[in-house]
T-cell receptor
């Protein structure tokens, strides 16, 4: 069974500082990898995903993530935090061998941006 | 609207009551997923539909939970004899095809509180 670990349930950064949210997965075969963002009282929105090809993936709102097979990681970064980035972020995986997309989510990281 | 909608947005039930939660997916989306998100946790898979067929219900926590999608569009998640541990946000997501790696589009969720 696949699992996802997000280090740090809460992360605080100053406005303009680097954002780094960590995600590690456990799977015998590298899965499809996703980052979703959830704003209060809203559903999840896809930030970016890795399926194949280039390991550095760029997403919406200036976020990017790099798939590192050797480290089984898919950390999310943004060079300069904005107040509007305050939200909860979920890393997720989907088994490549499955016929459909059964997604396993991490427990989430709440990002606080300090003015 | 073009997105996934869910109703009601909030539901308060007394323990033992039955509840029905509705999901309207994006028009034309073949796949529909239900997730349960407990407080402070990531979403957990409940069940999956491809058109009207329920192909995976392995995540339903007990036989009190029942989901249907009779015409391959709107879906209803029913919980019978609600218990306090059923309190959570129930998320619905749809996907154009639903293959592994596809993006899922999430609704805003229904927050169920069982007293």
């Amino acid at each position: 069974a696949q699992s996802v670990t997000q280090l740090g349930s809460h992360v605080s950064v100053s406005e303009g500082a680097l954002v780094l949210l960590r995600c590690n997965y456990s799977s015998s075969v590298p899965p499809y990898l996703f980052w979703y963002v959830q704003y209060p009282n809203q559903g999840l929105q896809l930030l970016l995903k890795y399926t194949t090809g280039a390991t550095l993936v760029k997403g919406i709102n200036g976020f990017e993530a790099e798939f590192k097979k050797s480290e089984t990681s898919f950390h999310l970064t943004k060079p300069s935090a904005h107040m509007s980035d305050a939200a909860e972020y979920f890393c997720a995986v989907s088994d490549r061998t499955g016929g459909y997309q059964k997604v396993t989510f991490g427990t989430g990281t709440k990002l606080q941006v300090i003015p | 609207g073009a997105g996934v909608s869910q109703s009601p947005r909030y539901k308060v039930a007394k323990r033992g009551q039955d509840v029905a939660l509705r999901c309207d997916p994006i028009s034309g989306h073949v796949s529909l997923f239900w997730y349960q998100q407990a407080l402070g946790q990531g979403p957990e898979f409940l069940t999956y539909f491809q058109n009207e067929a329920q192909l995976d219900k392995s995540g339903l926590p007990s036989d009190r939970f029942f989901a249907e999608r009779p015409e391959g569009s709107v879906s209803t998640l029913k919980i019978q004899r609600t218990q306090q541990e059923d309190s959570a946000v129930y998320l619905c997501a749809s996907s154009l095809v639903g293959l592994a790696g596809d993006e899922q589009f999430f609704g805003p969720g229904t927050r169920l509180t069982v007293l």
